[in-house]
């Protein structure tokens, strides 16, 4: 503040403006936190204090949340009794899988898109833009009907087509935008200094490399986070961890420790990559509508 | 390849190697060693390489039209039959679809919800994201902020409604706890009863995807024109005059693709949905793609889903058509530029 050649005068009504300002993120904040704040402390909680609760009211009762031995054991339990290794390997290699094959194909078409025009191009566009737009349930009714005769259900193949279905329509349309703002002159000065089409491809190819590493990243995390998928044409042998954890709820024992433990072990690693590529994820959600 | 040259009359395509026997002027062509200018030059795509960029796109374009053509057309024919995994499938005409306009309740009844379930979302999502980007814009916290309320956002939609439904439980829930305690609530947990489980619902999806309003809206508020707020403040307009007359109304662009957005979204996801309520109780929630889910994946009939499929998927893609044109229009085209 001392640092501002012009000192501001705050009329009264303006300070209680900042302190509802104040108050209010400060409230939004908590409602943000609070949900996934719980579940990493309930991971932490024996069965019995993960199911204490004050008596109606009784606000100093807040204080029971916080009163209890942390323990590790629901994690250890995951992944010794409950086989999540194996359900994390599965996610991961669903979702890596069909990213992977998403962005290879993504941007060579992307490319090819790009850099040239034809009549039906807007159809084309149009067509590929819809399928990533497709209800995720409408497209696994015929899905699954197809995928049962050719034995891809409860597969991990099964499953990496599955996301591939709106992940390779998204890096497609994303990508195109990226490959849109190479001015196409780069590639014309290396074709005259005798490049093929393909070297002047791959020229331009570390220009674009970040955001395709960033769109690389959201597809996994969109087909990371996905349940139904997952629940359906994964079911049987392709199990994820979102199926897995919400096959620990059993209408008898509902084993709440190892739920939440399940969910940091689902959350983390994408808080994480999205951390990373905080500076496409504007782009990335928006299906490249706005740019930060 | 010299051959082509002369044929097409571009050049670009045949410059590696040297074979170009004219390569000083595109559009120029020797014919008998006379050179003459014989069209226009090429601009962007010479013919020949129009081929190569053809097979660049081949193997996406084949996949796509394998996983999502090929099962629409499968799905307009399950719809026109009695999918029966064990007797067979059965020609039935239209009588799918008779079923779903006569007398399916349910059918008509999903429609509405889903769209009062969207619409509910929609409107608090908009004006909390507004309002939230609006405070944080240009303040001293704004990047610390953003990133923490980018948290829910990455959860899988899945576990956000496991975590939300051990928070609303009505025995040990301490979100039920906190309603009860404040007197919104009476015993039965708010997905418990009819009138309130859509309520329960909503919240969680505000908490998962206010923070792309958010995000959405702080990406418009960069690109407020100073000059025209400037302009207005001469006029002597104050902030909320400012915000109603100027910020507002170059944001709308940017509000009705995070409008479109969600809207769609909360046609395509169902996950929290399935988790928390099922649809129940006594039908509240059950929106049209969670009973798309029933019929189709809890009772199996496949060729009744695929009708109810398709009328899911038509109204997707109207409205995809509207997005698409709002991302082509000038306005958007002003959305996606970077600040400069």
């Known amino acids: ?292 | 390849m010299a051959t082509q040259v002369l044929s097409g009359g571009a050049l670009r395509g045949d410059a590696p190697g040297g074979i170009n026997p004219v390569g000083i002027m595109p559009g120029f062509v020797t014919r008998d060693g006379v050179t003459v200018l014989e069209r226009e030059p090429a601009v962007r795509n010479p013919e020949p390489s129009r081929r190569y960029y053809f097979y660049m796109m081949a193997p996406a374009i084949i996949t796509l039209a394998a996983i999502s053509l090929y099962p629409f057309f499968w799905l307009i024919w399950m719809s026109l039959h009695d999918v029966d995994v064990m007797a067979g499938d059965k020609w039935i005409g239209l009588k799918n679809f008779e079923r779903l306009f006569t007398r399916d309740t349910k059918f008509s009844n999903g429609w509405l919800l889903l769209i009062q379930y969207s619409a509910l979302c929609l409107f608090f999502e908009v004006v909390l994201g507004v309002l939230i980007a609006v405070l944080l814009n240009r303040s001293r916290w704004e990047k610390v902020l953003v990133t923490v309320f980018l948290m829910p956002m990455m959860m899988a939609p899945a576990i956000a409604g496991l975590v939300w439904y051990y928070l609303y439980n009505g025995t040990f829930g301490w979100y039920h706890w906190f309603m009860q305690s404040v007197g919104l609530l009476g015993e039965t947990s708010i997905l418990g009863s009819p009138s309130t489980a859509m309520i329960g619902l909503v919240l969680v999806d505000i908490w998962q995807w206010t923070p792309l309003i958010v995000l959405i809206t702080l990406a418009g508020l960069k690109r407020v024109p100073r000059d025209q707020l400037e302009a207005n403040m001469v006029d002597g307009a104050g902030e909320i005059r400012n915000f109603f007359q100027v910020v507002l109304p170059n944001l709308y662009p940017f509000l009705l693709i995070g409008i479109l957005l969600r809207f769609m979204d909360n046609f395509r996801f169902i996950d929290s949905v399935l988790i928390l309520t099922g649809g129940g109780p006594a039908d509240a929630t059950n929106i049209l793609p969670v009973y798309l889910f029933d019929v189709s994946f809890q009772y199996f009939k496949l060729g009744r889903g695929a009708a109810i499929a398709l009328t899911l998927l038509v109204v997707t893609i109207i409205l995809g058509m509207f997005l698409v044109k709002i991302f082509d229009s000038p306005a958007a085209r002003n959305v996606g530029r970077t600040e400069g």
């Open chain 1, 1 to 292: 503040m001392a640092s501002k050649d012009v000192v501001e005068y705050a009329s009264p009504a303006r300070r209680i403006a900042n302190v509802a300002v104040v108050i209010f993120l400060a409230v939004y904040l908590l409602w943000t936190v609070l949900p996934i704040f719980v579940m990493f402390v309930s991971s932490l909680k024996d069965l019995l204090e993960a199911f204490r609760i004050p008596a109606v009211g009784d606000w100093s009762g807040i204080a029971l949340f916080f009163d209890f031995q942390p323990t590790f054991k629901h994690y250890a339990n995951l992944f010794v009794n409950l086989n999540f290794g194996v359900y994390f390997f599965n996610s991961v290699a669903a979702a890596l899988g069909s990213a992977v094959v998403s962005v290879t194909l993504g941007a060579t078409c992307a490319y090819a898109l790009s850099r040239t025009e034809f009549r039906g191009k807007k159809d084309l566009f149009f067509w590929i833009i819809s399928t990533r737009m497709a209800p995720v349930v409408a497209v696994m009714v015929p899905l699954y009907a197809i995928f049962r005769s050719l034995e891809l259900v409860g597969s991990l193949w099964g499953l990496i087509l599955a996301y591939t279905t709106f992940n390779l329509p998204f890096a497609i349309w994303i990508l195109k935008g990226f490959f849109d703002n190479v001015p196409y002159a780069i590639e014309e000065a290396q074709m005259v200094d005798g490049a093929t089409r393909l070297q002047a491809f791959r020229s331009i190819l570390p220009l674009v490399a970040p955001g395709i590493g960033a769109f690389l990243v959201l597809c996994v995390l969109f087909a990371w986070n996905d349940f139904l998928f997952a629940s359906i044409i994964g079911s049987g042998g392709a199990k994820t961890l979102p199926v897995a954890t919400k096959e620990l709820v059993q209408p008898q024992n509902i084993q709440w420790g190892s739920i939440m433990a399940a969910g940091v072990v689902t959350t983390l690693p994408m808080m994480f990559l999205g951390l990373l590529i905080r500076r496409y994820l504007v782009t990335g959600l928006t299906m490249g509508a706005v740019r930060e």
